[in-house]
């Protein structure tokens, strides 16, 4: 990269964090706690918010949520059946959301309504690293079918994650992946996260998601 462009980038990334720390102010105004979720398209994003948002709001807690995808509407969709506030956000070209679009969504938002939102970035474990988005914590969610190299091919999301799910574990031994291979890989190349063993399919590792969440 020629340095001109390394300067740009640089530029890019303290703009972003700025308007990162913009977000999470006008969030902790509201009081609202937010998850940005990061990982592959099919590694289970939507499903795991399917799931849970639906358990929070038995708690009392009222959820919102940020559907991030380069076109359509396919997450939006399935989030609104769920009958919670939820904005679309696709980015046409880029394979990542930044603190600049969420902040427009989160003006779209029911501020004073909501406790949660969960933030969906596109589906893709490189470009979100650097983007923060103004959020209480990042949550990584790999699938066994991604393979179990996945964790160690992809070190740089991890180390900026708080919580990294390990998501369709029921299909592990179909699919000759090893959990424990990923999970040793996640503690190795980034200690801080808190590890999920999960399958949404089968509840496993829900109830431990909801407490984590809780936490922050
Ligand atoms: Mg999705």
Not at 160 to 176: P, R, T
Not at 177 to 189: E, G, T
Request: glycine share 8%; aromatic share 4%.
């Amino acid at each position: 990269m020629h340095k001109l462009e390394i300067e740009v980038g640089r530029d890019i990334l303290k703009k972003n964090k700025e308007e990162a720390n913009q977000n999470l102010t006008a969030l902790k105004r509201y009081n609202i706690r937010a998850f940005d979720i990061l990982g592959s398209i099919g590694s289970g994003k939507t499903s795991i918010i399917e799931k849970v948002a639906p358990i929070l709001e038995r708690r009392g807690l009222q959820i919102g949520a940020i559907a991030g995808d380069v076109a359509g509407e396919d997450d939006f969709v399935r989030m609104k059946a769920l009958n919670i506030p939820v904005v679309n956000l696709n980015t046409g070209t880029e394979c990542h959301l930044d603190a600049h679009l969420v902040s427009h969504a989160i003006e779209r938002l029911p501020l004073k309504k909501l406790d949660i939102l969960f933030i969906e970035n596109v589906g893709n474990m490189v470009c979100p690293t650097d983007f923060e988005l103004g959020t209480d914590a990042r949550i990584v969610v790999v699938s066994v079918t991604e393979g179990d190299d996945v964790v160690n091919k992809h070190p740089m999301i991890f180390r900026v994650s708080d919580i990294g799910i390990i998501n369709k574990i029921d299909l592990a031994e179909a699919v000759g992946a090893s959990v424990a291979r990923m999970k040793n890989d996640m503690k190795r190349i980034a200690p801080q996260v808190k590890q999920i063993s999960m399958s949404v399919r089968t509840g496993e590792g829900i109830s431990q998601l909801v407490d984590d969440l809780l936490n922050y």
